[in-house]
């Protein structure tokens, strides 16, 4: 492969995303993780399974050694803990603040020119980290919430009606979490608007269960939380970025006056392409659309103040 991508975090998400991005044949991937023998493991076992997904892409993991992502084009960031019993949100915020510093720190030494594409939560806080600690321009460093959010959507939206997800498009603005702003207006099924063919009450059952997307999957599982899902909306963002296709998908970026918003990172419509979020788009919003991305990213802005109170 002429790309070379690196994941950090060899966990179920990691190790999805670096399996994916090998079979589409994107660029050689090299997983990296603190624990011992546990990348290393992984990507021989996805070497292993190659000669049957009949792809030529190179997948090396190892173990602690950021020098193994060297002239990386691509970076997707996982590293990160989820929140446990007993643990508070400020426990989580701080632990992954910290792990986020010291990927980052590691990364934009053997990585300068990378586009970082950050997956840790709480997501829109981690991309502040991220690009106050990388010292990248805001440009290489975006979150990937959007597609996943707008996936789900998607999802919603073509079971409730019976058709393929092909057919279906979705966006899904504002902060990763129960403040996001699913936009029904811009959601269509073969360019047909979802307002015109599902009344107001099943349209609000849908956006009520994407916001809750993630936590449904949590409930199900007990012991963990969504990675296939996550792991493909990170690769079509990387994916866009590589082959620089110029797709607009809805990312966390940084704001700088777009929507009336400005320095925070929140999920807008973006134009992925190889200098990475190359274009935010702005729609047209509705008073009350914008009434709920300005409240969601009130809850981003709280978080990040919470990220420089525990920096202090």
């Known amino acids: 492969m002429d790309k070379k991508a690196a994941v950090i975090g060899a966990g179920n998400v990691g190790a999805t995303a670096a399996m994916r991005l090998a079979e589409k044949e994107l660029a050689d991937v090299v997983l990296i993780d603190i624990l011992e023998g546990v990348p290393a493991g992984k990507a021989l076992d996805l070497m292993e399974a190659a000669p049957i997904e009949k792809h030529d892409a190179k997948v090396a993991g190892v ?7 060297e002239g990386a084009d691509i970076v997707i960031i996982t590293a990160g803990i989820p929140r446990k019993p007993g643990m508070s949100r400020d426990d989580l915020l701080s632990t992954n ?79 990763h979490g129960d403040t996001m702003v699913p936009l029904p207006r811009y ?19 849908l956006v009520d269960r994407t916001r809750n997307g993630g936590a449904e999957i949590v409930g199900l599982l007990k012991t963990g939380s969504a990675y296939y899902a996550p792991a493909s909306a990170a690769v079509e963002m990387a994916e866009a970025i ?27 419509p973006v134009k ?18 914008q009434a709920a991305l300005n409240h969601s990213a009130d809850a981003v802005r709280k978080l990040v103040e919470d990220v420089k109170r525990l920096s202090a």
């Open 63 to 69: 173990s602690g050694d950021y020098g193994a992502a």
């Open 97 to 175: 603040m910290g792990i986020m510093r010291s990927v980052t720190e590691q990364i934009a030494k053997v990585a300068p020119e990378a586009v970082l594409i950050i997956v840790s939560n709480p997501l829109d806080a981690m991309c502040h980290v991220a690009y106050e600690t990388s010292g990248f321009p805001k440009n290489r460093v975006i979150g990937m919430a959007g597609v996943l959010d707008s996936a789900r959507f998607r999802t919603f939206i073509a079971m409730e009606l019976g058709v393929s997800v092909e057919n279906t498009h979705a966006f899904v603005l504002g902060g």
């Open 187 to 205: 959601s269509t099924v073969a360019g047909i608007p979802i307002t015109e063919l599902l009344s107001p009450e099943r349209i609000e059952a």
């Open 242 to 268: 590589l082959k620089d296709k110029k797709k607009i998908l809805p990312c966390a970026a940084l704001l700088q006056g777009e929507y009336g918003i400005k320095d925070l990172f929140i999920g807008v």
């Open 272 to 289: 992925l392409g190889a200098g990475g979020a190359e274009e935010i788009i702005q729609i047209r919003l509705t008073d009350e659309e």
